[in-house]
């Protein structure tokens, strides 16, 4: 019996070990990410795939929250904010963004349809003045904190 001695390299074994996970967090979420081979359409059924959860960032500052979510190719229109009771809701339809019939697509990785993330938030915000914005994938919402919350400095009075 004789062994390989192939080159080792670490990087190439968390490749593989990678590779070995995602198999297993697609067979569990129902995620089908692999590619189709060359049988004919009627063989292979595209997966239809659900949107994924985009990362979301918050801060919370003196006088306000920030929320900062990845939404690449999302237009505004298809974007809905609400907040209602400190419960901030994020809904978006992500389409393909290709003039294509679904069936001709053979193999895909990003994720596409109907998102909706709910928020809850842990502290008094105020509902009114809520400012979002949309600017290249990036949705920004700006909640103020509620007056009471609010960090006020004050002034120290010389004797």
Do not use: C
Request: net charge negative; no cysteine.
């Amino acid at each position: 019996m004789f062994l390989s001695l192939g080159k080792f390299h670490p990087l190439n074994e968390l490749e593989q070990m990678r590779r070995e996970l995602s198999g297993v967090f697609d067979a569990a979420f129902g995620n089908d990410n692999t590619a189709l081979d060359n049988r004919s359409s009627t063989d292979n059924k595209v997966v239809k795939k659900r949107a994924s959860t985009p990362a979301i960032d918050i801060w919370e500052l003196n006088d306000e929250l920030l929320i900062s979510a990845e939404l690449p190719g999302v237009k505004k229109e298809d974007l809905e904010l609400t907040l209602k009771e400190n419960t901030l809701s994020i809904k978006a339809d992500i389409s393909y963004g290709i003039e294509a019939p679904p069936e001709a697509r053979r193999y895909s990785e990003r994720n596409y349809g109907s998102y909706e993330r709910v928020l809850k938030i842990p502290l008094k915000v105020s509902d009114e003045n809520v400012k979002a914005t949309l600017k290249d994938g990036v949705l920004t919402i700006r909640v103020p904190k509620a007056i009471e919350l609010q960090t006020k400095k004050i002034a120290i009075e010389e004797q």
